[in-house]
């Protein structure tokens, strides 16, 4: 069953993305934007925790699971450092895949050449 929550959780955000940018003139980086501060705001109010403990890795690997990560690390150090725990705990979560992104890009353009 948790196979079938994953899939219904992330083919939900799916739907979502290509009906908001077939009846819009909003671009993927727009879409993308949005579905990370949703991500956010459910985290703030503590609906995504819920969805996460539904859909199970479902949740974590959609656009918005980004905020959820982002909001959560810095309200978590911003409960033992104050104001200055927001800046700290921001990326404590996400660094290993933005850094991995960053590295991974890196070796992609060294291998590959770009079209015109």
């Known amino acids: 069953m948790n196979y079938v929550n994953a899939f219904l959780f992330c083919g939900l955000v799916c739907v979502i993305a290509q009906i908001i940018l077939?009846?819009?003139?909003?671009?993927p980086g727009h879409?993308?934007?949005i579905f990370v501060v949703v991500g956010t705001f459910l985290d703030v109010f503590n609906f995504y925790d819920k969805f996460v403990l539904w859909a199970g890795g479902g949740a974590l690997v959609p656009i918005t699971s980004f905020g959820h990560l982002l909001i959560h690390g810095a309200l978590a150090?911003?409960?033992?450092?104050?104001?200055?725990g927001l800046s700290l705990g921001m990326f404590d979560l996400v660094s290993s895949g933005?850094?991995?992104a960053i590295f991974f890009s890196f070796l992609f353009s060294l291998a590959f050449k770009p079209r015109d």
Do not use: H, P, Q, R
């Open 22 to 27: 077939d009846n819009t003139k909003l671009t």
């Open 31 to 33: 879409v993308t934007t």
């Open 77 to 84: 150090k911003a409960a033992n450092f104050g104001v200055m």
């Open 98 to 100: 933005v850094i991995a």
